[in-house]
């Protein structure tokens, strides 16, 4: 199982980038999907998760602004960031729970991480 993360780039303060992650690989089924972000020198930091149901969630800093969404038959997961802030620079990675066989446990599985740079 493999989980491949695209979409990001540089764009200047109020712009927007759509980020991908896509599973491949022997996935019975996968549950929540995340997307993280971390900044040189910062934390690890939530910013958007997406159940299997479609039910998401935001960390504060980016509601209203970023909006998560998945395609459940091609098993990727969206990021569409829009009004973009300096502070939101960081290399954004995704995260999977995925289970590969109908008894088996779920299993966090990583993307690569794509960077997003924010900056005039």
């Known amino acids: 199982v493999q989980l491949q993360a695209s979409g990001g780039g540089s764009v200047q303060p109020g712009g927007s980038l759509r980020l991908s992650c896509a599973a491949s690989?022997?996935?019975?089924?996968?549950?929540?999907m995340t997307w993280y972000r971390q900044a040189p020198g910062k934390q690890r930091e939530l910013v958007a998760f997406i159940t299997s149901g479609g039910d998401s969630n935001y960390v504060d800093s980016v509601k209203g602004r970023f909006t998560i969404s998945r395609d459940n038959a091609k098993n990727t997961t969206y990021l569409q960031m829009n009004s973009l802030q300096p502070e939101d620079t960081a290399v954004y990675l995704c995260?999977?729970?995925?289970?590969?066989?109908?008894?088996?446990?779920?299993?966090?599985?990583w993307g690569q991480g794509t960077q997003v740079t924010v900056s005039s």
């Open positions: 690989g022997s996935i019975f089924s996968i549950r929540t």
């Open positions: 995260n999977a729970e995925i289970r590969v066989g109908r008894y088996d446990q779920f299993r966090d599985y």
